[in-house]
């Protein structure tokens, strides 16, 4: 049998919502490659008997840490062993599985891919935050707020998108806020920031484009940063009886 990794996305923290396939490899993994993000709880859906490496990265490593998972799933792929390489959201939405994906193929081992619910949408829509809605938002666009030594974003490509989507964007968030209102967004404009979304530690932080840029609003990653006026929409659909919401200061 060819050598084979399973690229599995795990979604934004809640183990419901893992998909059933995935859930099924991992009942039946004997090695799981984990993210930084990928919580306790879907750990806790996998095989107990797996051997579980830990694969997050902190500044300046993760290029060092990605050379070592590279060669962690290849060593255990032609051990012949159920192979997953398990990462937060989608594994294709700023996760570099595609990176991963193309070194396994180069080194001849079959990959498949197991997509997974990505934080840019899911955490939203379940804080209240619709991407799209008829009237209020056309179009939406999800942006790496991170540049990992990478050409600076030109947020002037986004300044006609009506919703924004920002992941990694939290340490960022005031020189994102500045750039964007510097594009043609207005400073008046809804923001949210939803903290730790799908878990119950779920927070969300409501504020202007303005408040962010001034440096005005408190926010602890992980959490997922959304611009445009759909954010006006989550008093009119979100219980917040349920997820309490924290203005800006």
């Known amino acids: 049998m060819n050598p084979k990794v399973y690229l599995i996305g795990a979604g934004p923290g809640d183990p419901d919502l893992l ?19 990928v919580s306790p709880e879907v750990l806790a859906a996998a095989n107990p008997r797996a051997e579980f490496l830990y694969a997050g990265k902190h500044a300046g490593e993760q290029e060092a840490v ?28 700023f996760g570099r599985g595609g990176e991963e994906w193309a070194t396994l193929r180069e080194r001849g081992i079959e990959v498949e891919m197991v997509p997974g619910v990505s934080s840019a949408i899911a955490v939203p829509g379940l804080a209240g935050i619709p991407l799209t809605y008829r009237g209020v938002s056309r ?12 050409t600076e974003t ?38 949210a920031f939803i903290e730790r979304g799908s878990t119950p530690d779920e927070r969300t932080v409501i504020a202007t484009l303005g408040e962010i840029a001034a440096g005005r609003v408190n926010v ?30």
Not at 139 to 150: D, M, N, P, R
Not at 165 to 174: D, F, K, P, Q, T
């Open 66 to 93: 990605q050379q070592w998972i590279f060669e962690q799933l290849t060593e255990h792929a032609r051990r012949g062993r159920v192979v997953v390489r398990l990462k937060g959201g989608d594994p294709c939405v």
């Open 19 to 37: 998909t059933v396939k995935a859930r099924r490899i991992l009942r039946s993994a004997d090695v799981i490659l984990y993210d930084r993000l």
């Open 139 to 150: 179009s939406f666009a999800v942006i790496t707020g991170h540049c990992c030594g990478e």
């Open 220 to 249: 602890e990653p992980p959490a997922v940063f959304v611009t445009g006026e759909v954010v006006r929409l989550r008093q009119r659909l979100h219980d917040c009886s349920c997820a309490p919401v924290a203005l800006a200061c």
């Open 154 to 191: 030109d947020w002037t490509r986004y300044a006609g998108i009506d919703t924004l989507i920002i992941l990694m964007g939290v340490s960022e968030r005031a020189r994102i806020a500045r750039a964007l209102i510097a594009a043609g967004r207005s400073a008046a404009e809804p923001a």
